[in-house]
């Protein structure tokens, strides 16, 4: 039994390992699921690729999450995850007492995507990523 688990546990890190999969989508989309209509509060408003004139409270903040690919849609997964980004990103604003978040740009592996109109999804076997980075602002 126990030689099954290191098999299975070793199996899973192979796959976990797979070269990831990179997805530019649209952040429109995304805010506009139901998803972002459900979680995503009206109160912050964001902002996204760089270059924002804004009272900056904090700078440089990164989020990444991921989401649970295994038998859902690429697209729907990776909207997950971006959308779960952006709450961090609300919760923060909210405690630094901030209004937006500006300045957004996708930060996969610290490799800036900078975009107005698309985010950057890591998409591997299990899992979806999507991290970005921005600035709290006034």
Do not use: H, P, W
């Not at 530019?24 to 902002?47: Q, R, T, V």
């Not at 980004?85 to 996969?108: C, H, M, P, Q, W």
Request: charged share 30%.
């Amino acid at each position: 039994m126990k030689i099954l688990s290191v098999l299975i546990f070793g199996c899973l890190v192979c796959v976990a390992n797979a070269k990831d999969e990179f997805l530019k989508l649209s952040i429109a989309d995304a805010l506009n699921s139901d998803l972002a209509k459900e979680k995503l509060s009206k109160d912050i408003k964001f902002y996204f690729g760089s270059g924002a004139k804004a009272s900056i409270v904090r700078k440089g903040l990164v989020s990444n999450k991921k989401a649970n690919a295994v038998g859902k849609d690429k697209v729907v997964a990776c909207q997950r995850a971006f959308i779960s980004a952006l709450i961090s990103f609300e919760k923060t604003a909210r405690d630094e007492s901030g209004r937006k978040v500006v300045n957004l740009v996708s930060y996969f592996k610290k490799n800036t995507f900078d975009s107005k109109k698309e985010f950057e999804c890591a998409v591997g076997n299990i899992m979806v990523g999507v991290a970005l980075k921005g600035d709290i602002a006034k």
